[in-house]
């Protein structure tokens, strides 16, 4: 293992060698929910530094999975222990992770330098991916962070076959499998279309037995249904509409017609209440 990183290994074990049990029993009953992510940084950390490179996977990939934000520097040390694996493919990988998401720089130094002795004298592909729209995307390769509100330019990685997402809080995620080939640039333009989300619309109408007719003007997600919807009241539950603008038409014979413009935003409850006018007789009007 590099310097660096048994210096940062040493230091841990040092400070709770005493207080963690040297069996994996601990462990092996625990939900993800339930898991420390230190104590499984610090498990993960004390088997590599033994040699038990193995052993020492599922531990680091559990703090990357409950708290992968918290702890950048397991995707290093996970990174450390597929290189010392020889598989370099998954190292190059974790060490993008750390580079995209660590803050200290001598490490992302060392997850640089970690790259390059994985490549050698290698060609390797680069991979560019352009998200659409690009605020708050976060891209991922084979689940790990490789990208936060940026793209992808001309990245190398090993060639090989790998999972790409990207995704953006309100947007429906891209996920797709990409091939890498030796000496070949992959070029990924993902264009991410708007979540369905949904607001609820209670109407109360008077008289019974209007018809309500409900038309879509514009829906903030392209998913949703655009066909009318009509009803007789009264209408006992509320309605679930997909966030947009609609237009409300209420009828009844002999009684005025009644109409409305309205917006169903995400998780409102919108109420209306509407009473219809009768007519005037004709000889009065």
Not at 21 to 29: I, R
Not at 237 to 256: A, D
Request: glycine content about 4%.
């Amino acid at each position: 293992m590099r310097k660096l990183l048994q210096g940062v290994w040493c230091t841990l074990l040092f400070l709770v060698c005493f207080s963690l049990p040297t069996s994996l029993a601990w462990a092996q009953d625990q939900t993800p929910e339930a898991l420390d992510p230190y104590r499984e940084f610090v498990q993960g950390n004390r088997l590599a530094s033994a040699g038990a490179l193995t052993r020492a996977i599922p531990h680091y990939e559990n703090v990357i999975r409950i708290a992968g934000e918290r702890y950048p520097l397991a995707h290093f040390n996970l990174a450390e222990v597929f290189k010392q694996k020889r598989e370099c493919a998954r190292a190059t990988v974790l060490y993008r992770a750390y580079i995209a998401q660590g803050n200290e720089q001598d490490v992302i130094n060392e997850a640089h330098l970690g790259i390059r002795e994985c490549k050698a004298q290698a060609v390797w592909p680069t991979l560019s991916v352009r998200a659409l729209p690009a605020d708050g995307a976060i891209i991922r390769i084979d689940g790990y962070i490789v990208s936060r509100a940026k793209d992808l330019e001309k990245v190398e990685f090993a060639p090989g076959q790998y999972l790409l997402e990207v995704s953006s809080p309100d947007y429906r995620s891209h996920s797709q499998t990409i091939t890498l080939v030796a000496g070949e640039p992959l070029e990924i333009e993902a264009s991410l279309s708007m979540e369905t989300f949904y607001g609820s619309l209670q109407l109360r109408v008077e008289p019974q037995q209007a018809t309500i007719r409900i038309v879509v003007r514009e829906l903030d997600a392209p998913h949703g249904p655009t066909d009318p919807i009509s009803m007789i009241a009264p209408i006992a539950e509320p309605l679930s509409l997909v966030t947009g603008k609609y237009f409300i038409e209420i009828t009844h014979p002999n009684h005025q017609r009644w109409i409305r413009n309205i917006q169903i935003s995400r998780d409102s409850k919108l109420e209306i209440s509407a009473s219809l006018q009768r007519e005037l007789p004709a000889e009065i009007r």
